[in-house]
């Protein structure tokens, strides 16, 4: 791409996830609200995967989210056909603007750019300026995009609908067992050396109650409710200071992040969640950069052993509580 158009000037654009995490989806929300703010007759179109699916659906400024053939995530050589075919499909749609910021080199993800947009991709490394390895928070990137476009002065807010239904199961749910509020432990994160196991879980809890003098609430999808039965019957206060919820989708765990009073959890989608309602959080990263950080104040971070979050130092996860109370 030669030169970077004003947003003012496009009436239809697609925009490329090449992460299928929540997490992900999460930072860049931002974006499609200030596009739309700056341009309010834009179409835009979203093509992604994974768990960005559904959240992105829930999103008011996207016209279409288009699903592709991926599960979870992209890699080196995979899916050539269904990549090609799909994006004969989308190139039909003329656009006018391909927008990727994902940096994912790899040649299929290339290809399948190059065949949607051709000369009308915009991503770090085609674009006039380099959008890619902004110093300072990940949500720079994003605002880095947008300021290109023509955005003035954009918000970096992160975007969490949930509706009343939501809302009213998560009251329901803290009037029965948690009435002067809850604490939020979320035990699972992306991949195993990211999960809270039931020996940290059991060390960490007691201290949260003990210290916050509130009930700790564990979210779990469908699939790991097993795992957090398992945990909180070992614990022998299932019932009477921890509590199980489970989300029936994204949404769910918005609703219920948004009503705690602390959230503890390793570096996963509730990370982020958290930090896009402003809440106090103690979060365990094995892999820590600027790219994962929480763009939140009232964040305190562990650093952790990189084989796993469950070789942390517990005098820090004690000071950080300490600090946050």
Not at 11 to 24: F, H, P, Q, T, Y
Not at 107 to 126: A, E, M, P, R, S
Not at 156 to 171: A, D, G, I, K, V
Not at 219 to 243: D, H, I, N, T
């Amino acid at each position: 791409m030669q030169t970077i158009p004003n947003v003012r000037d496009l009436k239809n654009i697609l925009v490329l996830r090449g992460e299928g995490s929540l997490g992900d989806a999460l930072i860049s929300s931002c974006c499609y609200r200030e596009l739309k703010k700056a341009n309010p007759n834009l179409k835009i179109t979203v093509a992604c995967f994974g768990s960005a699916v559904g959240y992105l659906r829930a999103i008011k400024y996207i016209d279409e989210v288009y699903p592709l053939p991926i599960r979870r995530v992209l890699r080196p050589n995979q899916r050539w056909l269904s990549l090609i075919w799909h994006a004969l499909c989308l190139r039909r749609r003329h656009f006018d603007l391909v927008l990727d910021s994902s940096e994912k080199p790899f040649k299929n993800w290339t290809l399948f750019k190059h065949i949607i947009g051709g000369d009308k991709v915009l991503d770090c490394y085609t674009s006039p300026v380099s959008l890619g390895k902004v110093p300072g928070r990940r949500n720079e990137h994003e605002q880095v995009i947008l300021e290109q476009l023509g955005v003035e002065n954009p918000s970096c807010l992160y975007e969490l609908p949930f509706s009343q239904e939501h809302l009213s199961r998560r009251e329901d749910f803290a009037k029965q067992h948690a009435p002067n509020g809850y604490v939020v432990l979320n035990p699972f994160g992306s991949v195993e050396a990211r999960t809270l196991d039931k020996a940290s879980f059991l060390r960490i809890a007691p201290d949260l109650v003990l210290r916050t003098q509130l009930p700790v609430v564990v979210p779990c999808m469908p699939s790991q409710k097993e795992r957090v039965e398992e945990y909180l019957a070992a614990s022998g206060k299932e019932g009477q200071a921890f509590f199980m919820y489970p989300t029936r989708d994204v949404f769910d765990l918005f609703a219920l992040v948004a009503g705690a009073q602390l959230v503890v959890t390793p570096d996963t989608a509730v990370a982020h969640v958290a930090s896009g309602f402003g809440k106090k959080s103690i979060i365990f990263y094995n892999t820590y950069s600027i790219y994962n950080d929480p763009d939140n104040p009232s964040a305190r971070i562990i650093k952790t052993n990189p084989a796993s979050v469950n070789l942390f130092p517990y005098d820090k996860f004690l000071q950080a509580l300490e600090e946050l109370l």
